[in-house]
């Protein structure tokens, strides 16, 4: 059998194990450039990669932050970083200057790459080097590549060591960087690729960006622990995706892709060499599961991970694939829910804080150790913020964030229990359900309505057609119909951001 060159360095072996022996074998089709790359020449650029990284100082430990548009170039940065013993710091393309001289006072890395265009706002906030890459592979980065040496010997790095740092989106106060280690982006990437049967024969379309979890730590770590091929994307384009299909077996995504690609034709034929559909990063409506299943004959599977943990639960690869659900705890997971004021474990059905325990979780929050302490109960287990059940047969059902839990005259309100009942109403293509200030009771109900293309819909029709199906506390105090409800880069409803638009509107 073929000896690792990266034994000594726990995530790049886990990364390089799938391709051992299988140098020629394909690793990357760059669809937007016309060309390919095989597994020992992306390894080789990663060798080389990481000698230009040491080159402008990093050092083991040191922090390697990247905002750049996805390209091969920015993988292999990522990569070159795992080998040099460096923690990775991908940030949102979308982020301003002044988010971004959070990220960078927090963190103070060694080196930034990021794209020409944002390199003077970069250089007057950075103090270590930065190097710039275009979607195209151009910039300084390229040039300091270009002068590296070939050939890198992997720093050695135990499970515990510091692999990443990824920031928490920020909806509420300020983002905080979880410090994931070699061990949890190894464990999860070995876990998920037995979970959901990889292996060197898929080819995955991926779509998704790689300054997110999603896209780098499942996508991408999955593919070159199980050694398949990856048809690697700049972005999401149904028409690509459908002519890519016939090509490839498995596809991972967010429910936008899901909801996007049913309105081509075409689909069903499209899809038949499909062996793998998963869907995260957002709840994925059980009337998108059920109209992909009834266009494509494929059941969607979906699962439930975030930044500090990477995934948690999936429904199962063999088995009922549950719409609404997010499936079983993964092998080697642990998962409760316990009241959220006593923390004292919950039975089957009630809802309550979801709280995990297992290699997955993360080390903590950099630079905040009483947040950490905060988040984590005494024996271990991490206090997600998410409100879920947890069936008698076991699958795992998530509700809402803690923080969106509408509290109405002293009763607890699940925003998730309306949204149901508003998205099966005729006309309604989503929802989304959040609480604002009531001057008689704390909390009032809002929901945020989105029409189906050609439906028009009326807020007193919706009120009415809730009465009797809802208790009076839970009833929306308002409705407003929207043409689309505001989301993150990753698909996510940003309730933050409708609280706030409408904060005043049951105070008249």
């Keep these: 059998m073929t000896a690792n060159p990266y034994a000594a360095n726990h995530l790049a072996r886990t990364l390089r194990a799938g391709s051992l022996g299988r140098e020629d074998a394909l690793c990357l089709d760059l669809y937007d450039r016309g060309k390919t790359l095989t597994f020992g020449a992306l390894f080789a650029m990663a060798e080389r990669y990481a000698n230009a990284l040491v080159a402008q100082g990093v050092a083991p430990g040191d922090r390697v932050m990247v905002q750049a ?63 710039t890459v275009a979607a195209d592979g151009t910039g300084t980065l390229a040039d300091a590549v270009a002068q590296a040496k070939d050939g890198f010997e992997a720093v050695p790095r135990a499970a515990d060591d510091l692999a990443c740092i990824l920031y928490t989106s920020g909806t509420t106060g300020r983002s905080k960087g979880a410090m994931l280690t070699h061990a949890n982006l190894a464990s999860n990437a070995e876990t998920l690729r037995e979970y959901w049967h990889f292996t060197s024969e898929d080819t995955l379309i991926h779509a998704l960006p790689i300054f997110h979890a999603h896209g780098l730590f499942v996508a991408a770590n999955v593919s070159l622990n199980a050694g398949n091929a990856m048809i690697f994307l700049p972005k999401f384009a149904p028409d690509t995706i459908l002519s890519l299909m016939p090509k490839a077996t498995a596809m991972m995504g967010v429910p936008t892709f899901y909801t996007r690609l049913l309105t081509h034709e075409g689909l069903k034929e499209a899809s038949a060499n499909m062996r793998l559909f998963v869907s995260g990063s957002a709840p994925l409506l059980a009337e998108t599961h059920r109209g992909w299943t009834a266009a494509t004959g494929h059941n969607i599977l979906e699962r439930y991970g975030m930044t500090e943990t990477a995934m948690n639960t999936s429904n199962p690869y063999d088995g009922e694939r549950r719409p609404g659900t997010v499936g079983f705890p993964l092998p080697g997971i642990e998962v409760r829910v316990t009241d959220p004021e006593s923390s004292a474990p919950l039975t089957a059905g009630e809802i309550g804080g979801i709280e995990v325990r297992g290699p997955n979780v993360f080390k903590g929050y950099w630079q905040m150790p009483e947040k950490t302490a905060e988040e984590f109960r005494a024996d271990g287990f991490f206090i997600t913020g998410d409100l879920g059940t947890i069936s008698e047969d076991g699958y795992v059902t998530i509700v809402g964030r803690s923080k969106d839990l509408i509290i109405s005259g002293g009763y607890n309100i699940y925003p998730k229990e309306i949204e149901g009942l508003i998205d099966d109403l005729p006309g309604v293509n989503e929802s989304a359900v959040f609480g604002v200030p009531h001057p008689d009771f704390g909390e009032g109900v809002v929901a945020a309505v989105v029409p189906k293309p050609g439906s028009t819909l009326d807020p007193d029709a919706i009120r009415s057609a809730l009465i009797g199906e809802l208790a009076n506390f839970k009833q929306p105090k308002a409705v407003v119909v929207l043409d689309a409800l505001p989301r993150n880069t990753m698909g996510k409803v940003q309730k933050n951001a409708l609280r706030d638009s409408y904060a005043d509107i049951l105070k008249g």
Excluded at 94 to 117: G, K, N, S
């Design 69 to 131: 548009e996805k390209s091969v170039e920015v993988l292999a940065v990522y990569l070159g970083a795992v080998l040099a013993g460096a923690a990775f710091v991908p940030l949102n393309t979308a982020y301003t200057p002044r988010e971004l001289e959070h990220f960078i006072t927090d963190a103070d890395p060694a080196l930034v790459v990021c794209d020409p265009a944002g390199e003077a706002t970069i250089r007057g906030l950075a103090k270590g080097a930065v190097l």
